[in-house]
């Protein structure tokens, strides 16, 4: 396999301040071209990863290679990376001109040839007229765009984002989202994007790498993260799947019968999975959106699993409803109902209702 | 009432111009300050005015009011009697050692600032240490260099025991306002120049300097002011030749005429030439940020 200029291979990397390990021992590897997405709570050594990428912070113990080449101890300039601050780090007393031109200045170009390049880059991300404004006279957006402009102006081959969007409100977050991810597409370069917000990272990646305490807990394409889940963890954190807990009461060939409180039993293909005996905890879950409410009485066709709940509250969100049900042994457990069907029979809060789902729509989680 | 009824009519438009401008809003407390800060400018400048004043009479001119005649023969006098001391002496050493003083001042403030973001062994030790020569008494710190340098044997002269002694008061000084600005530095600017590809260097050059040249210069005018007009600790410390402020204290002791509240007139305006100066150059600096609004 022919190695791409801009992919990123981190091997066993492990950082400690301190007493306290910041990244546990990850092993990844991002293509040349690709959106990656680091996913997790603060604290979790997203950020960490991207600073040791960036040249930031120096990893205790691994190796991280980009285009092949072990670039621990190099400065940044020579990785040909570039890091985009949470803050935008924008100097403050140069014209946004002057921030953009600011790494040529530094490699010794002449103001002319400088100028012409950094008003190149200030088209591409549509900042012209603004060119001899001050960081501090931008809008939030603007001083993205601008930060954006001056990263990629050395044309470095991995591009990193520290929380890009955490400081823009809710609509310019997704404006800016579909900017970054055109942005990515016309430089053609790596993007590493550290953020905690799920919806973030799913709609923007093509690789989503999600986090826990400095251990990369499951990382693959956004569809397979979202809809197949490795664990709890990865299922609670990325929403959009209800978690059930219960043991399991005896394994039938290619899938298993869980008895979990307020349930009746609930069958789980095994998936492919040995070493699952009678009596086992196990973690199952199922998509918001694969939940059918009916009434109770009605009956439960064959091959659904079915859980006796009651409606604790009902959210309205336009495409869909959000219905919120008693939990499974205390866990939240949520309905997506879609706006249609759900208003040709409305519930009420305080109705009890049967959640059912296809049988093979559960997905028994590690 | 006999008001007539076309005043009736007008007086609401006349209270809500009233209120627009405030007049009718202030309580009695602001005059109660205004009359307050009145008084507190009267104290501080009215003294000054009086010597600004009576150094401008004739040749028949006295040490108090009222004023006799209307000239400047007492500036010419300042200049050409030898009776009156060494001004021009004086003026120039004082000039020059607040020059030295401002200069190593910006220069170990600045540095110091830089080293304080990071915790390092003994940062309080040496911050403690740096308040404890800034509380302390100048004379008796004046006294204490001056045994210092007989001790060692060496004569103490303006610019090198005075000098030590201006810089125990000037770089405290000069080090908390730059910590003052300092705090409102954000250390991302730094990461991000050097991500983008500048050297330490470049760094200090083209990011961290012009970022606080506004604090830097004001560090600069504290420095050297607080130099200029030292006493205290140039009592104890200058050595044979007199600073400024030592020559008009003399002056108060044997000079009785007008030339002295000259000396005072020519000393204040050379104060207010620097201050505006440096003043004027922060506000250079913070036009040449802003012109990018008016350019635009």
Partial sequence: MTVGKGDIELAGVYKRFGDTVAVD??????????????????????????????????????????GGEDVVGLPPVERRTAMMFQSYALFPHLTVRDNVAFPLR????????????????????????????????????????????????????????????????????????????????????TFIHVTHTQLEAIALADIVVVMEKGKIKQSGPAREVYAQPRDKYVAEFLGGQNVISGKVQSVNGASLMVSAPDANAITVPLG??????????????????????????????NGWNSVNTRIRAIEYQGAFVKVMLDGVGGAEFVAYVPERDYFTDPFEVGDMVVATWLAEQSLLLS | MSVPPFTVARFPARARRRT?????????????????????????????????????????????????GFSLHWFVDLFTQVRTGDVKGGFERSIMLAIMVTVLTVVGSFLAGLAFRNRFKGDGIVFYLMIGSLVAPGLVL????????????????????ALGAHLSWTLPFGVLVMFAVMSRFDRSWEEAARDLGATRWQ??????????????????????????????????????????????????????????????????????????????????????????????
């Fill in chain 2, 142 to 161: 004046g006294i204490g260099v001056g045994l210092l340098f007989q001790y060692l044997g060496l004569q103490a002269s303006w610019y090198t025991s």
């Fill in chain 1, 106 to 189: 530094v490699r010794g170009l002449d103001k002319k040839e400088r100028y012409k390049t950094a008003d190149e880059m200030l088209e591409k991300v549509r900042l012209t007229e603004l060119a001899n404004r001050l960081p501090g006279q931008l809008s939030g957006g603007q001083q993205q765009r601008v930060a954006l402009a001056r990263a990629a102006i050395t044309e470095p081959r991995v591009l990193l984002l520290d929380e890009p969007l955490s400081a823009l409100d809710e609509q310019l977050r997704i404006q800016m989202r579909t900017e970054l991810r055109r942005m990515q597409r016309e430089l053609g370069i």
């Fill in chain 1, 272 to 301: 492919g999975r040995r070493g699952i005996n009678d009596g086992d905890g196990v973690d199952l879950a199922v998509r918001r959106d694969d939940l059918r409410l009916r009434r109770p009485g009605v009956t439960v066709p």
């Fill in chain 2, 203 to 296: 760094i200090i050059r083209m990011v961290v300097i012009p970022i606080l040249a506004p604090g830097i210069v004001a560090v600069a005018l504290f420095g050297f002011t607080l130099s200029y007009d030292e006493f205290s600790r140039s009592l104890q410390t200058s050595g044979p030749l007199n600073t400024l402020p030592l020559e008009i204290w003399s002056m108060t002791l044997n000079v009785t005429s007008p030339s002295l509240y000259a000396l005072g007139t020519v000393t204040t305006l050379a104060s207010f030439l620097i201050i505006g100066a440096c003043l004027g150059a922060i506000a250079l600096i913070q036009k040449k940020r802003a012109r990018g609004i008016s350019s635009h």
């Fill in chain 2, 20 to 68: 627009l401008d405030g007049e009718s809003r202030r309580p009695w407390t602001f005059w109660v300050l205004a009359g307050l800060f009145t008084a507190y400018v009267l104290a501080l400048y009215g003294p000054m005015l009086c010597i600004y004043v009576l150094s401008l009479q004739d040749v028949r001119g006295g040490l108090v009011f009222p004023m006799k």
């Fill in chain 1, 25 to 66: 021992g990850v092993n990844l590897k991002v293509p040349d071209g690709a959106y990656c997405c680091f996913l997790g709570p603060s604290g979790c050594g997203k950020t960490t990863i991207l600073r040791m990428i960036a040249g930031h912070e120096d990893p205790t113990g691994g190796e991280i290679l980009i």
